[in-house]
Each structure stands twice: as structure tokens, then as C-alpha cells.
């Protein structure tokens, strides 16, 4: 089975991402990884709160650790028990469908799950958009 390493909060940025990231490369990536959670095949997603996939192509990833400091493993932590996951390490793509996907289309704003990053305002747009509230 394919897998997918994902790092907790990447679970909303998946789900508001529009095309835009940090620089391309980033952005070709992580298009792969959202294609991957829209596709058909099961997938097993290996939850964590250190560099994932995504990660992997970002210019803020230095040696593996990324370099916009502690408030992202806060935020990882926050979307982790935001969703029940605290714990959690490894989730099928039909658990994150069944589970995870049906609480995200009820969102009516980011602040209910995420803490202010670059994209906050994007992704507001974005879940607006999508959830049609
Ligand atoms: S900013 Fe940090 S957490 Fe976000 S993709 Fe880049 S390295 Fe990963």
C-alpha cells in the first residue's frame, strides 16, 4: 500500500490548498500529495509533528527540521486534538474520509482549528469557498 508521511496540521493545509506555496517546487509536491489523498487507491497516511512529504520540498526545511520555530509543532498539536488524533500515527485514506474530511467540510472560519501562518487568509478564501458558507 502507498504511503503518505504527513506532519498533523498538513491535514488543513491539504485541504485549502489552491495551487499556491512557498516557491514551485513546493507547489508541484504538494499538488502530487493532495492528488493522492483525492485518489481512488487506499493510502496509508503516517501522521506525525516533524518534516513530512511536504516538508521534503519546502526552502524552510533545514536538515530536517524546520526553521519557522516552535509555533508549528503548536499548531500541530492543536489540529491533532482538534480532530481527535492526538496519538494517533498512522490513518487509512477512508478513515481520514469518513473521519477527518466530514468535520473539515464544516468549518465556517480557519481560526476553529489553525493558528495565523502565511497563508491564513488564502486558505480562509479558500474554505469559504468550499465549504459555501
Ligand atoms: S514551513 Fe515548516 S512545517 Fe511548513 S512545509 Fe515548510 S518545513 Fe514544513
Not at 8 to 37: D, I, P, R, W
Not at 60 to 77: I, K, L, M, P, W
Not at 99 to 119: A, G
Amino acid at each position: 500500500m502507498k504511503r503518505l508521511k504527513l506532519r498533523y496540521h498538513h491535514l488543513m493545509c491539504c485541504y485549502t490548498f489552491k495551487g499556491v506555496g512557498y516557491n514551485e517546487a513546493f507547489s508541484q509536491n504538494m499538488k502530487q500529495v493532495v492528488s493522492m489523498l483525492g485518489a481512488s487507491e487506499e493510502l496509508e497516511l503516517h501522521l506525525c509533528g516533524g518534516c513530512d512529504d511536504l516538508c521534503a520540498w519546502c526552502p524552510h526545511n533545514r536538515g530536517g527540521q524546520c526553521d519557522t520555530g516552535e509555533s508549528v509543532c503548536a499548531r500541530d498539536r492543536e489540529v491533532a486534538a482538534f480532530f481527535g488524533l492526538e496519538g494517533r500515527k498512522m490513518l487509512l485514506l477512508s478513515e481520514y474520509r469518513s473521519n477527518i474530511l466530514p468535520k473539515q467540510k464544516q468549518l465556517s472560519s480557519i481560526d476553529e482549528v489553525c493558528r495565523k501562518c502565511t497563508f491564513t487568509a488564502l486558505c480562509q478564501q479558500v474554505l469559504t469557498e468550499k465549504n459555501q458558507i
